[in-house]
């Protein structure tokens, strides 16, 4: 890493760590003669792949962070620093949150307006459905009702989740969503997470916006966002919210496993705190009439997220 910062004029900048995610990733904020500059340090995935996207999305006068150098082979990238204004700290009254949330749609309609990039995964109703192994595996271990919920969801999957005919950058949320008032338009909505993507349908990034793991949206910003964007793009309303209820049921099913893996596997106990909210968010979801197939298979499959179950959970992450 030294060796990279110093071929790249970086090597003299002080370090100051950033606060990770769920994955490996590392991020560190380089300090240097009244400059900055963020080190990506990505072991486990593929850094290329990551500037591409960014590249992409940035073509489209969308905010990705700028690729300043990369070192594929070490999984090193030094990027743009596109500031500390999270939506996730700075929507705090109802106003702030409602302008917030509203300008990340805008950023879901303006990359919705173009076709995706090549090469990505396609969001198939087989992978989709294959998707919620997690929860059967780690929330809870029931995996003999792995093949029904699978065999529930395709159908619904090929009925309410196809077209896949947009990136779908998977983790958009408030936590990685950046507000950027210098700029115009879209491109004030800051976008960081996107190394995952898919080519999907476009339901499926504005249920991860509205319906976020790590904090409450009000149910006012949620119903605008939603109105927002099927009057920009004119589609079928009931069609569109029918598909909101089944991605995003898909979304928080599989969130349920990878919190609790992240658990039991990476030693990571504080998701478990999550796991209510998203249990919150899948009831709601398996509201929706189309989905009374699957919520039959999971009211008797997955226990709900009472103390006892949590703490059970908990139970499973390794000690240091």
């Not at 009254?93 to 949330?101: A, F």
């Not at 003999?144 to 077209?163: E, I, S």
């Not at 476009?202 to 009000?218: F, G, M, P, Q």
């Not at 964007?229 to 589609?235: C, V």
């Amino acid at each position: 890493m030294n060796g990279f910062l110093t071929a790249c004029g970086w090597g003299d900048a002080r370090q100051e760590p950033l606060a990770g995610d769920a994955s490996a990733r590392r991020y560190t904020r380089l300090h240097l003669k009244g400059k900055t500059a963020i080190l990506m340090q990505d072991p486990e995935g593929d850094v290329r792949l990551f500037a591409r996207l960014a590249q992409h999305l940035t073509g489209l006068d969308l905010s990705a962070p700028r690729i300043l150098t990369k070192d594929s082979a070490n999984g090193l990238l030094l990027i743009e620093d596109l500031g500390d204004g999270l939506l996730a700290r700075l929507a705090q009254t109802p106003q702030d949150e409602h302008d917030l949330y509203l300008l990340a749609t805008d950023a879901l309609i303006a990359l919705h307006n173009v076709p995706p990039p090549p090469h990505l995964p396609l969001a198939t109703p087989d992978r989709m459905a294959q998707m919620v192994d997690l929860a059967f595996l780690h929330y809870t271990h029931a995996p003999n009702a792995l093949p029904q919920a699978v065999a529930a969801f395709v159908p619904l999957l090929q009925a309410h989740a196809q077209p896949c005919d947009v990136m779908v950058l998977r983790d958009y949320h408030a936590e990685n969503i950046l507000y950027l008032p210098d700029r115009q338009g879209a491109a004030r909505a800051g976008l960081l997470d996107f190394q995952d993507a898919m080519q999907g349908h476009r339901a499926y990034d504005l249920v991860s916006l509205i319906e976020d793991a790590r904090r409450d949206v009000s149910a006012h910003t949620a119903k605008a966002c939603i109105a927002h964007y099927l009057t920009a793009t004119g589609l079928p309303t009931d069609a569109f919210h029918a598909s909101l209820a089944v991605l995003g049921a898909q979304r928080n099913l599989r969130i349920l496993g990878v919190f609790a893996r992240l658990a039991s596997s990476r030693g990571k106990p504080h998701y478990i705190d999550l796991i209510p909210r998203v249990w919150g968010h899948l009831q709601t979801d398996l509201a929706h009439p189309v989905l009374a197939p699957v919520k039959l298979i999971l009211d008797s499959a997955l226990p709900a997220p009472d103390a006892a179950h949590l703490e059970r959970l908990k139970a499973t992450c390794p000690t240091p």
